[in-house]
C-alpha cells in the first residue's frame, strides 16, 4: 500500500504527527508512506526513518507570485510529480482547504478528519472517508487517533516520537558537555528576559562546568544571542543552521531550555530533558508532551523565575540520567 500523507506546515504541527507515523510503523510496515509539506520544514519529515519519500510545496512563497509564470509552472510540476506516484490513497491530517488543494493533485481518494473534527470543517466535504476525532486534546494524540482508524489498527499504548537523526546533520567541533538555550520565537511576547538567561546560564556553568549554545534564526535572533553571551565566555552563538543540524545540537544536549518555539518541540520529539519558558501562551495548548524529563513552567503573563527554571531542569537533567 502507498499512501501520501499531506501535513504541509507549521514546524510544531509536523513534529506532532511524528507519532503517528511511528505507530503507523510499528502496526503497518508494509505501507509505503511519502509526506507532502512546506519546503522549510521538509527536514522535520526526514527526521523519521519510516517516512520513505517527502514532497515539497512552496505555498509561502508561490502565493506572493501568483502572476507569474515561473509559479503556475512549480505548481504544475509539482502535480505531476504527485499524480505519477498513484496513491492508494491520501490522508489529509491538517484538515484545511489549503492542504485538501493539494492533496487532489495527486487524483487519489483522500481520507481525513470529518466535519466535526477538522480545523475547517469544509475540507471534510472533498475526503472519500472522513473520521471522527474528540476534539479538546492534544495534537500529538489527535494525530494518533486519526491514523489508528484510518489504517484499522488499534492505537499502541506506548506514545514514541521514533526520530533518527541522519549524518548529513552532523555538527563538527561541538564543546562537551553543553546544554541549548533556545532564546528565539515568533513575536516579542513569548521572550524571557535576556537578564534571565544570563543568570540561569551563568549558574548551569559554575555548577557544572559547561558550555551552552545558542541557535538563531534570523537577524533580531543573532543580536539577542550575541547580547546574552557577551559576557559569558563559556556560551557559543550557534553558525546559521538548517533544521537537521538544529536536531543534531539538540539530540547532543546535556538538556534543552526553551520559550514557545518549534525547535523547544523538536527537543521534545528528541527525547531530551526539556524545561518549556512561557510568557504568553498556554502550556496545556502549546506546551511540551510533558514526562518525567519534560516540564512547561509559565503561561499566560506568567514569566517563570530563573530560580524555578534552574531547579526544574536540574531535576529533569537527574530523570533521564536515572530514567
Not at 490513497?89 to 487519489?108: E, I, P
Not at 472533498?126 to 484510518?150: H, I, M, P, S, T
Not at 549524518?167 to 541549548?180: H, I, Q, T, V, W
Not at 534570523?218 to 537537521?244: G, H, S, T, Y
Request: proline share 5%; charged share 25%.
Amino acid at each position: 500500500m502507498k499512501v501520501l500523507l499531506v501535513r504541509l506546515s507549521s514546524m510544531g504541527d509536523l513534529i506532532h504527527t511524528l507519532p503517528a507515523v511511528n505507530d503507523l510503523a510499528q502496526m503497518c510496515p508494509g505501507v509505503e508512506l511519502h509526506w507532502l509539506c512546506e519546503a522549510g520544514f521538509a527536514d522535520i519529515a526526514r527526521l523519521h526513518p519510516f517516512v520513505k519519500k517527502v514532497h515539497t510545496m512552496a505555498w509561502r512563497q508561490w502565493r506572493k507570485k501568483l502572476g507569474q509564470k515561473e509559479t503556475w509552472q512549480s505548481i504544475g510540476r509539482l502535480k505531476t510529480d504527485l499524480q505519477n506516484e498513484r496513491y492508494d490513497f491520501v490522508l489529509d491530517s491538517q484538515g484545511l482547504l489549503k492542504s485538501v488543494l493539494f492533496a487532489k493533485f495527486t487524483a487519489s481518494p483522500i481520507k481525513g478528519l470529518d466535519k466535526q473534527s477538522a480545523r475547517e470543517p469544509l475540507a471534510a466535504w472533498f475526503y472519500r472517508q472522513a473520521f471522527a476525532v474528540e476534539k479538546g486534546r492534544n495534537a500529538v494524540w489527535r494525530n494518533r487517533k486519526l491514523f489508528a482508524q484510518v489504517f484499522g489498527y488499534e492505537m499502541p499504548g506506548r506514545q514514541t516520537f521514533g526520530l533518527a537523526v541522519p549524518e548529513s546533520g552532523r555538527l563538527n567541533d561541538l564543546k562537551m558537555p553543553f546544554y541549548a538555550a533556545l532564546h528565539a520565537t515568533s513575536r516579542d511576547s513569548k521572550l524571557w528576559p535576556v537578564d534571565h538567561w544570563i543568570v540561569l546560564l551563568r549558574r548551569l556553568h559554575e555548577a557544572e562546568n559547561c558550555f551552552v549554545y545558542l541557535p538563531w534564526g534570523n537577524e533580531p535572533e543573532k543580536l539577542r544571542a550575541e547580547k546574552i553571551a557577551e559576557n559569558l565566555p563559556f556560551a557559543k552563538v550557534c553558525d546559521k543552521m538548517n533544521l537537521l543540524q538544529a536536531a543534531y545540537l539538540l539530540d547532543n544536549a546535556c538538556g534543552v531550555i526553551g520559550v514557545d518555539t518549534g525547535l523547544l518541540h523538536l527537543a521534545n520529539a528528541l527525547d531530551k530533558p526539556v524545561v518549556g519558558i512561557f510568557t504568553d501562551t498556554d502550556p496545556a495548548k502549546t506546551g511540551v508532551q510533558v514526562s518525567d524529563w519534560a516540564k512547561n513552567l509559565g503561561g499566560i503573563a506568567q514569566i517563570p523565575t530563573v530560580e524555578e527554571v534552574y531547579e526544574i531542569l536540574k531535576e529533569c537533567v537527574a530523570a533521564k540520567r536515572n530514567g
